[in-house]
Antibody, heavy 119, light 106 residues
Framework: QLQLQESGPGLVKPSETLSLTCTVSGGFIRSSSYYWGWIRQPPVKGLEWIGSIFHSGSTYYNPSLESRVTISVDTSKNQFSLMLTSVTAADTAVYYC???????????WGQGTLVTVSS | SYELTQPPSVSVSPGQTASITCSGDKLGDKYACWYQQKAGQSPVLVISQQTKRPSGIPERFSGSTSGNTATLTITGTQAMDEADYYCQAWDSSTVVFGGGTKLTVL
């Protein structure tokens, strides 16, 4: 069964870069016909899509975050990654990785990882 | 930018039918889907492509769309259905979420 697991620092200082990795098991990123995405959820708030990537490296980003976001993929490690630059307290959230389906629904989610931005 | 609007909260008595709406421009032309998120857990897809129920999702969950509104219906609501529900669609190369609806079963 496909599983996704987020990993990375739980604390990032303001103005620095947030970096997270999603490791996929039970399936291969390179053989998927669909995209892989990052979503975040600030405390006690709703879901916000960050961006998504195909195994070829093709990406889509949320326009409101696009200037600060880079999503990359490493098919040899079966991982995809998120970088968010110049973070502020507003970037404090649980960050999820997930796999899209044919109509951009998010079929399978990781358990999420809390990232706090604080000095 | 595209927006999806949900009511902040819906209340329902156990055994009754709960309906949660999601409104967006020409939403009926898009493949809206719905997620359930229980406290402290990751979201789970409960309806995809407007009306399809993924494997393992109880039959009491159903979806429909008409015009600019998608509706998630839970028939015979159970206490375990108490959760936040989010609609989502794809528009202009972006994933868009509704603001979420807190379903209270009381």
């Amino acid at each position: 069964q496909l599983q996704l697991q987020e990993s990375g620092p739980g604390l990032v200082k303001p103005s620095e870069t947030l970096s997270l990795t999603c490791t996929v098991s039970g399936g291969f990123i390179r053989s998927s016909s669909y995209y892989w995405g990052w979503i975040r959820q600030p405390p006690v708030k709703g879901l916000e899509w960050i961006g998504s990537i195909f195994h070829s490296g093709s990406t889509y980003y949320n326009p409101s975050l696009e200037s600060r976001v880079t999503i990359s993929v490493d098919t040899s490690k079966n991982q995809f990654s998120l970088m968010l630059t110049s973070v502020t307290a507003a970037d404090t959230a649980v960050y999820y990785c997930a796999r899209h389906g044919a109509q951009w629904e998010l079929l399978r989610w990781g358990q999420g990882t809390l990232v706090t931005v604080s000095s | 930018s595209y927006e999806l609007t949900q009511p902040p909260s819906v209340s329902v008595s156990p055994g009754q039918t709960a309906s949660i709406t999601c409104s967006g421009d020409k939403l009926g032309d898009k493949y809206a889907c719905w997620y359930q998120q229980k406290a402290g857990q990751s979201p789970v897809l409960v309806i995809s492509q407007q009306t399809k129920r993924p494997s393992g999702i109880p039959e009491r969950f159903s979806g429909s769309t008409s015009g600019n509104t998608a509706t998630l219906t839970i028939t015979g609501t159970q206490a375990m259905d108490e959760a936040d529900y989010y609609c989502q669609a794809w528009d202009s190369s972006t994933v868009v979420f509704g603001g979420g609806t807190k379903l209270t079963v009381l």
